[in-house]
């Protein structure tokens, strides 16, 4: 049997920039590989998987080695190798990570990233690129963390990326971290929206644990496709309950909320809470200081027990304050997984 080898699992490493931010390039979310100049030895759509890079050391295929990653071949010419990717959806940037973990003697020594704006068709050869990071060296089987720096380019919405590396070589994965950017201007205050929904703005700020899967797949699209597509805690052995702090796409007020606990059986939470506040001044990160504050925001939903593998529902009746809100707080007891929470209301 083949050893698969993981690349290290970041944790509490991941530098600043990317608090309160999801990943735009996640193939989970939706990106695509539109077009890459090389892929002989491994396809750039694999550079968007959502878990860690692998390496199989007896792993190989038709045309050598396989990686885990986007990897074209050696080029005996001038030039360069670049790809093209679909964002996930239209967002701002704050950062990369541009990983070649298990790329050792065949990752690139450099790259840079240019973005544009396209609500409509894909670039052509006649797109008009920006440049948003320029050339920073890399190097083996390492992530390697980018701010943008540029105010500017950092309120710029983007759709589209194209990351090129010199001259040739291996990309594990390509994360883009950002938040996502939705026209508020379009729903009317009259219609129902999921505040919360990733695709609208929605992001998880801060969390107690996420030892099997980020908060922020709460807030993804559609049912969980399994148990590892939500958010998930490791089993408490102590007291306390597990939380997490979300960020509303938009100001509104609450009608409805939804807990599906899909795929979740001998794991879930024996029950759930929610609170919120109204914050309009905050957009950043939670520091230890706000954490302890959510804790007493206003009641939304009082306790309500859970069932395994459920969509539970939870409308205006049992709803103890509608908001505004701007941010809010969803606490599961004692531990466990939950797929979906989605916050439907109307914005303020």
Same mark, same amino acid.
């Given at each position: 049997?083949?050893?698969?080898?993981k690349?290290?699992?970041?944790?509490?490493?991941?530098?600043?920039?990317?608090n309160?931010?999801?990943?735009?390039?996640?193939?989970?979310?939706?990106a695509?590989?539109?077009?890459?100049?090389?892929?002989?030895?491994?396809?750039?759509?694999?550079?968007?998987?959502?878990?860690?890079?692998?390496?199989?050391?007896?792993?190989?295929?038709?045309?050598?080695?396989?990686?885990?990653?986007?990897?074209s071949?050696?080029?005996?010419?001038?030039?360069?190798?670049?790809?093209?990717?679909?964002?996930?959806?239209?967002?701002?940037?704050?950062?990369?990570?541009?990983?070649?973990?298990?790329?050792?003697?065949?990752?690139?020594?450099?790259?840079?990233? +240019?973005?544009?704006?396209?609500?409509?068709?894909?670039?052509?050869?006649?797109?008009?690129?920006?440049?948003?990071?320029?050339?920073?060296?890399?190097?083996?089987?390492?992530?390697?963390?980018?701010?943008?720096?540029?105010?500017?380019?950092?309120?710029?919405?983007?759709?589209?990326?194209?990351?090129?590396?010199?001259?040739?070589?291996?990309?594990?994965?390509?994360?883009?971290?950002?938040?996502?950017?939705?026209?508020?201007?379009?729903?009317?205050? +009259?219609? +129902?929206?999921?505040?919360?929904?990733?695709?609208?703005?929605?992001?998880?700020?801060?969390?107690?644990?996420?030892?099997?899967?980020?908060?922020?797949?709460?807030?993804?699209?559609?049912?969980?496709?399994?148990?590892?597509?939500?958010?998930?805690?490791?089993?408490?052995?102590?007291?306390?309950?597990?939380?997490?702090?979300?960020?509303?796409?938009?100001?509104?007020?609450?009608g409805?909320?939804?807990?599906?606990?899909?795929h979740?059986?001998?794991?879930?939470?024996?029950?759930?809470?929610?609170?919120g506040?109204?914050?309009?001044?905050?957009?950043?990160?939670?520091?230890?200081?706000?954490?302890?504050?959510?804790?007493?925001?206003?009641?939304?939903?009082?306790?309500?027990?859970?069932?395994?593998?459920?969509?539970?529902?939870?409308?205006?009746?049992?709803? +103890?304050?509608?908001?505004?809100?701007?941010?809010?707080?969803?606490?599961?007891?004692?531990?466990?997984?939950?797929?979906?929470?989605?916050?439907?209301?109307?914005?303020?």
């Amino acid at each position: 049997m083949n050893e698969i080898i993981k690349s290290s699992d970041l944790g509490a490493d991941l530098p600043d920039f990317t608090n309160g931010t999801i990943n735009l390039a996640s193939a989970r979310l939706g990106a695509k590989a539109l077009y890459s100049t090389d892929e002989f030895f491994a396809p750039l759509e694999r550079m968007l998987a959502d878990d860690p890079a692998v390496f199989i050391p007896d792993k190989y295929d038709d045309n050598g080695k396989w990686m885990d990653g986007w990897e074209s071949r050696r080029k005996r010419v001038s030039g360069h190798d670049w790809g093209v990717i679909k964002l996930a959806m239209p967002g701002r940037i704050f950062g990369f990570d541009i990983d070649t973990s298990h790329f050792t003697g065949n990752y690139p020594p450099q790259a840079s990233v +240019e973005a544009i704006c396209m609500e409509d068709g894909e670039p052509d050869d006649n797109a008009d690129w920006v440049e948003i990071l320029g050339r920073t060296d890399l190097g083996p089987s390492q992530h390697h963390f980018r701010t943008i720096d540029d105010h500017a380019m950092r309120s710029r919405v983007w759709t589209h990326l194209r990351l090129h590396i010199y001259p040739d070589g291996g990309v594990a994965r390509l994360r883009v971290y950002g938040a996502a950017h939705f026209d508020w201007d379009k729903v009317t205050p +009259e219609e +129902e929206v999921d505040l919360a929904y990733v695709f609208h703005g929605g992001r998880a700020l801060a969390w107690s644990d996420a030892h099997f899967g980020a908060p922020e797949r709460l807030l993804g699209p559609g049912r969980g496709v399994n148990m590892g597509d939500g958010w998930e805690t490791a089993r408490r052995r102590g007291p306390g309950h597990d939380w997490a702090v979300l960020k509303l796409g938009h100001a509104g007020t609450l009608g409805r909320v939804v807990v599906d606990t899909a795929h979740f059986k001998g794991n879930y939470p024996d029950s759930c809470d929610l609170l919120g506040a109204y914050l309009p001044d905050h957009s950043g990160g939670f520091d230890d200081a706000d954490v302890a504050a959510s804790a007493e925001w206003t009641p939304i939903l009082s306790a309500q027990k859970l069932q395994m593998d459920h969509i539970h529902e939870f409308e205006k009746g049992q709803i +103890e304050a509608k908001g505004p809100f701007t941010h809010v707080r969803f606490n599961i007891h004692p531990d466990g997984g939950v797929s979906r929470l989605r916050l439907f209301g109307n914005k303020a």
